[in-house]
T-cell receptor
Framework: NAGVTQTPKFRVLKTGQSMTLLCAQD?????MYWYRQDPGMGLRLIHY???????AKGEVPDGYNVSRLKKQNFLLGLESAAPSQTSVYFC??????????????FGPGTRLLVL | GESVGLHLPTLSVQEGDNSIINCAYS??????FIWYKQESGKGPQFIID?????DKRQGQRVTVLLNKTVKHLSLQIAATQPGDSAVYFC???????????FGKGTRLSVIA
């Protein structure tokens, strides 16, 4: 049982390039989340999904898109990367079927540097 | 909007002492509260949680206290060890309604 995994672990992009971050979970969780973490800012929610085929905006959604085509995967896309998107990105998942639903389990993170 | 904050950004304690990390929340409707530990280079790890129908919950060496009157949450770590050095985040949510809202974190440093 791997829990939540993220690929890649580290990536360097040039301004304007695009990329997709992959999150996978093997806990059969309904809910999945993408956060970014910047120094001194804590965790900020980008987008989340409450089930396959559904997504919703979080606190800082601009510049990102997401897709949840399969229950176990949640993709985060950057269509045109900007230096302001340099950050550490964390994926998390949580269950829906029984409480506490809100307990989220996190992946190891993806470090993204945009030059 | 809702926000969760922490009183102290850093905390240094001697090994073996007890640590207390504080957190204030602003959403009076929040009924679920959780603490995470994040070690350097890793993702946040669940420590302990508490619902609003309780004011205290204990785990292994950790205790969470909830004071709904003043919207305050604290994490107590007994006999703090070097392995407890990390950033600790509190978060809150309205059950079944909103995603967790995280505070900015407190860095705990254990002095050997």
């Amino acid at each position: 049982n791997a829990g939540v995994t993220q690929t890649p672990k580290f990536r360097v992009l040039k301004t304007g390039q695009s990329m997709t971050l992959l999150c996978a979970q093997d806990m059969n969780h309904e809910y999945m989340y993408w956060y970014r973490q910047d120094p001194g800012m804590g965790l900020r929610l980008i987008h989340y999904s409450v089930g396959e085929g559904t997504t919703a905006k979080g606190e800082v959604p601009d510049g990102y898109n997401v897709s949840r085509l399969k229950k176990q995967n949640f993709l985060l896309g950057l269509e045109s990367a900007a230096p302001s998107q340099t950050s550490v990105y964390f994926c998390a998942s949580s269950r829906r079927d029984r409480a506490p639903q809100e307990t989220q389990y996190f992946g190891p993170g993806t470090r993204l540097l945009v030059l | 909007g809702e926000s969760v904050g922490l009183h102290l950004p850093t905390l240094s304690v001697q090994e073996g002492d007890n640590s207390i990390i504080n957190c204030a929340y602003s959403n009076s409707a929040s009924d679920y509260f959780i603490w995470y530990k994040q070690e350097s280079g890793k993702g946040p790890q669940f420590i302990i949680d508490i619902r609003s129908n309780m004011d205290k919950r204990q785990g292994q060496r950790v205790t969470v206290l909830l004071n709904k009157t003043v919207k305050h949450l604290s994490l107590q770590i007994a006999a703090t060890q070097p392995g407890d050095s990390a950033v600790y985040f509190c978060a809150d949510a309205v059950s079944g309604n909103t995603p967790l809202v995280f505070g900015k974190g407190t860095r705990l440093s254990v002095i050997a």
